[in-house]
């Protein structure tokens, strides 16, 4: 079993709808990224949370500490978003990474 | 500013031989973290530098894998007599704070082993 399980696997969805990638990790963190892998391969950091929720124009994180889950949201989607979508959870002990296998979102016009 | 910049973008080896992969982070950041994406795969955690302290070098995959950073500044990530396996993108990322700053990744190197 995974340390971090992402869900779902791919997501095609239309420009406009709202979008949900979940995310749940079986170890102890002291933090969860998301990160974002565009097609030609860069990773940009999207969130760090440790808590509660935070949000950046039309995205969202949330996290439930209690539950070990974490959620992304997209509002509005567009086309441009299209990506690989990752979680990946810091250990709380040491500094190991571990990586879900990624969300492939495709918005389609 | 500048970001996180890696050398060479690509690299073909083969099988047997060594390869180093270099890492210039961003100024001023303290950590710097090497990651492995092999294809149809995800990321994978290799070694972790804090400043000038012992590197954490837990994902490292095998004796074959070292890294070492430089004057806190520059790293290299050498795989000894390489092998078909180790054909991945490697990616470095470094943060301001340890392990509460945001990650910035570079653009990775693709290496494939002949």
């Known amino acids: 079993k995974n340390e971090v399980e992402q869900s779902p696997q791919n997501l095609t969805a239309q420009e406009g709808e709202f979008i949900t990638i979940n995310c749940s990790y079986s170890?102890?963190?002291?933090?969860l990224h998301w990160l974002q892998q565009h097609p030609g391969g860069g990773i940009v950091s999207l969130f760090m949370l440790s808590s509660g929720k935070k949000k950046h124009g039309r995205l969202i994180a949330t996290i439930n500490i209690q539950e070990k889950h974490s959620s992304l949201h997209i509002t509005a989607s567009h086309p441009r978003d299209s990506a690989v979508y990752i979680c990946?959870?810091?250990?709380?002990?040491?500094?190991?990474?571990?990586f879900g296998t990624g969300t492939s979102l495709t918005v389609i016009p | 500013g500048a970001g996180v910049s890696q050398s060479p973008s690509n690299k073909v080896t083969e099988k047997g031989k060594d390869v180093e992969l270099r890492c210039d982070p961003i100024s001023g950041h303290t950590a710097l973290y090497w990651y492995r994406q092999s294809l149809g795969q995800g990321l994978e955690f290799l070694i972790y530098f804090q400043g000038n302290s012992a590197p954490d070098k837990s994902g490292l995959p095998s004796d074959r894998f070292s890294a070492e950073r430089t004057g806190g500044s520059v790293s290299t990530l050498t795989i000894q007599r390489t092998q078909q396996e180790d054909s991945a993108v490697y990616l470095c990322a470094s943060s301001l704070l340890r392990g509460r700053g945001e990650q910035y990744f570079g653009p990775g190197t693709r290496l494939t082993v002949t």
């Open positions: 990946a959870a810091r250990k709380n002990t040491g500094n190991q990474f571990y």
């Open positions: 170890v102890g963190i002291s933090a």
